[in-house]
């Protein structure tokens, strides 16, 4: 990427961050863009994954016509170290005989839409600003939920509908992050502040999954929809009263962080061209970014998807303890993203490694690991213990992802770099819509821990090929295609546009922040 990065001094506070003399400090505008984003994307993860929780208290498994004698579960022995089997009909007794087959096209139908809106809501971000996009997107979804239940009412159809619904609305959500970051962070923080959002997301679904077993065991399945379609839109009225889509749009940004953000940074207020999607398409750099994300994609769909049906079905845990432990791979991935982030800014500063030097370490963390656990999963036998633990260490090391592919569009296209991931997780997600659908059809009706191995194998096999691909084709070099947004007229810095006054405290004009 082009220019400098900014170092910290010898306190280890960024220029920016020091006290004024003789006038109280203020936080940065942009820390509260970093608090209400990831709001924001807690929330849309909430809103995606109450139905994986959900349809296990939502279905009737002992009216489902091929398994009319529920099959035992396959760890059923305390003794040997595995789980007790549930209660006959603890959890069994919902409202709707929906098979295997119906449950992964459930499950599934959200990616649908979401698919839909991928390529537009990368363009649509860069072009129009991330406030109306993202907040549209999330007022929509938060509608979508609260009707849920009555869609459940009326059948399967209905649901299906519902859900292609969310997934059309939600698909915008994920593009916005990249111009987001890439028009309010300096370079030096983008790794950091795509860890804070992807880490409090993951901890999001991590606290969903407690949370909605909790309250479907406590108050029944609809208040899940209820209480994730509320919250959605009390998120919505905070976030187009007080966000900005630029620097020099906030009335509370100083000139001086306008200046830190500034430094070195090319990406354009607004994009005056459309996206290249054919050169993206040909460019090996970017293709390594759908690879990865690809296999990543399939992997998080499988955390979010099947995972609590596998913990039921085969470990043995009930609905409680289901929704709990199934959270857990998305906490330590959280984790791993705080740390990786504040590790790959600081060796970014200090200049220990180059940018693509952390984004193939990153590769390597979270393809190479991330195979290995899961292949570790189908040795473990009728071990829930011992399972749940290399499922969780799988989730800790696809953390690295916020060092690795997850921020390569910024290195090689920022201005662009929305659009960029959008191809990706159009790609990846389209993949990864047939997660559901090849894990019920492998399972079918056979809920025993040969099957589910399978679906492990065919995982392990994907972050393999992955791993290599992205070795052989990534770059971290700026593509000629992201320059064509490059002219003198296009060029002026967040500081020099055209701002509304600036309120307060932070109206006091501060010392010029200079690039080394």
Same mark, same amino acid.
């Given at each position: $990427? ?103 096209? =459930? ?25 109306? +996009? ?143 999607? =054919? ?32 913990? !039921? ?25 705080? +740390?990786?982030?504040? =590790? ?21 963390? +979270? ?8 292949? =570790? ?60 659908? +090849? ?33 052989? $084709? ?39 922040? !200079?690039?080394?």
């Amino acid at each position: $990427m082009a220019g400098g990065v900014q170092h910290a001094d010898d306190a280890g506070k960024l220029p920016d961050q020091e006290s004024g003399v003789g006038r109280c400090s203020r936080p940065p505008v942009r820390l509260l863009m970093l608090l209400l984003v990831t709001a924001g994307f807690v929330v849309q993860m909430m809103l995606r994954v109450t139905l994986s929780v959900a349809i296990v208290a939502m279905v009737n498994h002992t009216a489902i016509p091929h398994t009319e004698q529920p099959a035992p579960v396959t760890c059923s022995n305390w003794s040997s170290g595995a789980a007790p089997a549930p209660r006959p009909g603890a959890d069994d007794e919902g409202e709707f005989a929906w098979d295997e087959v119906t449950q992964g096209t =459930l499950l599934s139908a959200f990616y649908w839409g979401y698919l839909v809106m991928q390529v537009p809501g990368g363009f649509l971000a860069e072009r129009f600003g991330s406030k109306l +996009v993202l907040g549209c997107s999330q007022a929509a979804n938060g509608a979508l939920a609260l009707l849920l239940p009555q869609a459940a009412a009326q059948g399967a159809g209905w649901v299906v509908a519902a859900r292609v619904l969310q997934g059309f609305a939600c698909g915008p959500v994920y593009p916005c992050l990249f111009p987001l970051v890439a028009r309010w962070f300096p370079l030096d923080e983008r790794q950091r502040a795509f860890g804070v959002v992807n880490a409090f997301t993951a901890f999001g679904v991590a606290g969903t999954t407690t949370l909605a077993g909790q309250i479907a065991a406590a108050l029944g399945w609809r208040a899940i929809f209820y209480a994730s379609g509320g919250v959605a839109l009390l998120w919505c009225a905070a976030w187009f009263a007080l966000v900005h889509d630029t620097p020099g749009e906030h009335p509370r940004a100083s000139g001086a962080e306008r200046r830190r953000i500034a430094a070195g940074n090319v990406t354009q207020p607004r994009t005056r061209h459309r996206p290249p999607y =054919l050169a993206i398409l040909r460019s090996p750099p970017a293709l390594a970014i759908v690879v990865s994300e690809t296999a990543n994609s399939w992997a998080l769909t499988y955390l979010m998807t099947s995972l609590p049906t596998y913990m !039921k079905h085969v470990l043995g845990f009930d609905l409680r303890a289901n929704g709990a432990l199934s959270g857990l791979p998305l906490l330590g991935r959280g984790l791993t993203f705080l +740390v990786a982030g504040a =590790l790959g800014d600081l060796a970014l500063r200090r200049s220990w490694l180059s940018v693509a030097a952390i984004r193939r370490t990153a590769a390597v963390l +979270v393809s190479g690991g991330c195979c290995l656990l899961l292949l =570790l999963v189908t040795f473990v036998g009728c071990q829930p213990a011992v399972a749940t633990f290399f499922l969780c260490l799988s989730g800790v090391f696809n953390g690295f992802i916020g060092t690795g592919h997850l921020v390569n569009p910024l290195d090689i296209a920022p201005n662009y770099s929305g659009s960029v991931f959008s191809v990706a997780n159009l790609i990846g997600n389209g993949v990864s819509t047939l997660n559901p659908i +090849v894990t019920g059809a492998m399972i079918r009706g056979e809920q025993t821990a040969e099957r589910w191995n399978n679906v492990f194998y065919l995982g392990a096999g994907i972050f393999f090929v992955s791993l290599v691909l992205y070795q052989l $084709m990534m770059s971290a070099e700026r593509q000629a295609w992201d320059r064509r947004e490059d002219d003198p007229g296009a060029l002026a810095s967040a500081a020099e546009l055209p701002v509304r006054p600036v309120q307060g405290a932070a109206a006091e004009e501060e010392p010029e922040i !200079k690039a080394p």
